[in-house]
């Protein structure tokens, strides 16, 4: 028997990579002839943008290996069947939960492997190929809204007693992490308004200090006076260099380089506990991380939805139409991880739900399928 497990382990194994490096390939050529298109703008050459689609590759593999493992698996299930070969297997005693308990132990492989590539690699390899192509081009990330990025930071007392509320207008983003064009509005707990600081330029220290150059500063006292009302004034005042702290750092920053979902699970839990802290909507980020923590074990349910193709014998269809089958599974697979993601985002569902129900149906399917073929018998 375990000779069996190490030979449909191995067979396992190869299709997958082998499915693996096709996709890979063939998104590695889609990303280049898209990159042509910047070619020459700026610093940006045909060298960057080989070393931007292939710092890519890390993110394709990971999301591409749940669809290439039912891929791979569909193919070398419908191989044993086409030569027989599994059922001499079955009839060596092979049954159907050792046959799923082989196929588990090379899904725990792969899975681990997804899941180092997604937390390690893939984020970092993400950041370098951002900030290749951004220094090349001579470009900074912007915001989407005319007037730049808007973030909301706060300054607390070590009791956690909310001090100075901050709203935080950043005009660009540069790879390095530094950021231009800066506007930070300071309100008390009671949104009374405290200072305005505009900087040309800020860059970030360890001590969780941002030291702005070139700043202008409005402080907006409160005076009292006879009436009820408090009388404003302002006193403006300017300053080549001045250093500012907040726990808002570049890598909470870094979010505007790399989408959420090629975040790490450790960046993701990070800003989503920043976004709560400021008492902000972290839905989609919360989302994010749930696919980090569950998409790895997509990749055993895939093995899973693969393994009824082995017992179907050549006249329930050939190994071009298995595949086939697992090509379209592959693909509704892929689609419905980010339909449900979306869903779950407008409904308001549990992040956990949203992003396990295509991994929990594609389950029930593999087990339904197993049950018929195994009643086909």
């Not at 702005?212 to 005076?223: M, T």
Request: hydrophobic fraction near 55%.
């Amino acid at each position: 028997m375990r000779l069996l497990r190490a030979y449909i382990g191995r067979e396992v194994r190869v299709a997958v990579l082998f499915v693996l490096a096709g996709f890979l390939a063939l998104f590695t050529i889609f990303d280049f002839l898209y990159e042509i298109e910047d070619v020459g703008r700026g610093g940006y050459r045909i060298g960057h943008a080989f070393v931007f689609v292939l710092l890519g590759l890390p993110s394709h593999f990971y999301e591409l290996m749940p669809v290439a493992t039912l891929i791979g698996a569909v193919y070398a299930m419908a191989q044993f069947a086409s030569n027989s070969e599994f059922t001499a297997m079955r009839a060596a005693g092979l049954g159907r939960r050792r046959a799923l308990a082989s196929l588990a132990v090379i899904g725990i492989w792969l899975a681990v492997l997804t899941a180092a590539v997604g937390e390690f690699v893939a984020p970092a390899a993400e950041r370098l190929a951002q900030s290749v192509r951004f220094g090349a081009l001579g470009a900074a990330v912007g915001g989407q809204l005319r007037s730049g990025i808007w973030i909301k930071d706060a300054l607390r007392d070590p009791n956690g007693e909310l001090q100075v509320q901050r709203f935080v207008n950043i005009g660009e983003l540069d790879p390095d992490g530094s950021v231009n064009r800066v506007r930070v509005f300071e309100f008390d707990a009671g949104l009374n308004l405290l200072r305005i600081i505009e900087a040309e330029r800020a860059t970030w220290q360890r001590d969780n200090t941002w030291i702005f150059d070139d700043v202008k500063e409005i402080e907006v006292p409160r005076v009292e006076a006879d009436e009820e009302a408090a009388v404003l004034g302002a006193t403006r005042s300017a300053s080549e260099r001045m250093s500012w702290r907040s726990e808002l750092s570049p890598s909470l920053l870094s979010v505007l380089l790399v989408d959420a979902d090629r975040m790490s699970a450790w960046n993701l839990y990070r800003y989503i506990s920043y976004m709560k802290s400021n008492q902000q909507d972290a839905s989609r980020y919360e989302i994010a991380l749930w696919k980090k923590i569950v998409y790895p074990f997509a990749v055993l349910v895939m093995l899973a939805l693969a393994l009824p193709s082995a017992y179907m014998q050549a006249r329930a269809g050939g190994v071009g139409f298995k595949v086939f089958a697992a090509v379209m599974l592959g693909i509704a697979f892929h689609f419905l991880n980010g339909l449900f993601s979306n869903l779950g985002l407008l409904n308001t569902w549990p992040a956990w739900i949203s992003v396990s129900l295509p991994s929990f149906g594609a389950l029930v399917l593999a087990l339904g399928m197993l049950a018929w073929v195994d009643r086909a018998r």
